[in-house]
C-alpha cells in the first residue's frame, strides 16, 4: 500500500512539473525585445509594421478546435440552420506585443477571436 502513495506522489510532482509559470508582461514593457520574444515564443503567426515604426506582433496561444474546415451552414459534417454551432465553439486566443521602432516592447494584450 505504501507503493501506492509513493507512486501517487511522483505522479503529482511529475503534474506540477509540466506547468509552465505565467510571465509577468507589464514587468517585460520597456525591456523585453522582439528578439527575445521570437527566441522564447518561436515564430510569430502575425506581424504588421506600424506607419510610425514600430511592429505588432501576435502569437497563435489558444486554438480554437473547431476552425479546422468548418465554414458557418456546415460544422462538424453536420448542417446547421443559419451557423448555430459556431456560437457555442470555443475561440482561438492570441498574445500581441507591441514593439517600437528599437525592437522594445511597448505594449502587450491578449485577444480572444
Avoid at 507512486?7 to 522582439?34: H, K, Q
Avoid at 476552425?67 to 446547421?80: E, H
Amino acid at each position: 500500500m505504501q507503493w501506492v502513495t509513493i507512486m501517487f506522489g511522483i505522479f503529482l510532482a511529475g503534474c506540477a512539473s509540466n506547468e509552465t509559470p505565467s510571465v509577468d508582461w507589464n514587468s517585460r514593457v520597456g525591456n523585453y525585445t522582439y528578439d527575445q520574444a521570437k527566441t522564447e515564443l518561436g515564430a510569430p503567426s502575425d506581424s504588421k509594421n506600424l506607419p510610425q515604426g514600430g511592429t505588432v506582433v501576435e502569437w497563435l496561444t489558444r486554438r480554437n478546435a473547431g476552425n479546422s474546415g468548418m465554414t458557418p451552414f456546415r460544422a462538424g459534417g453536420v448542417d446547421q440552420p443559419n451557423g448555430q454551432a459556431l456560437t457555442s465553439l470555443p475561440k482561438s486566443e492570441y498574445l500581441v506585443l507591441t514593439f517600437d521602432g528599437g525592437g522594445k516592447l511597448t505594449k502587450w494584450e491578449r485577444v480572444v477571436r
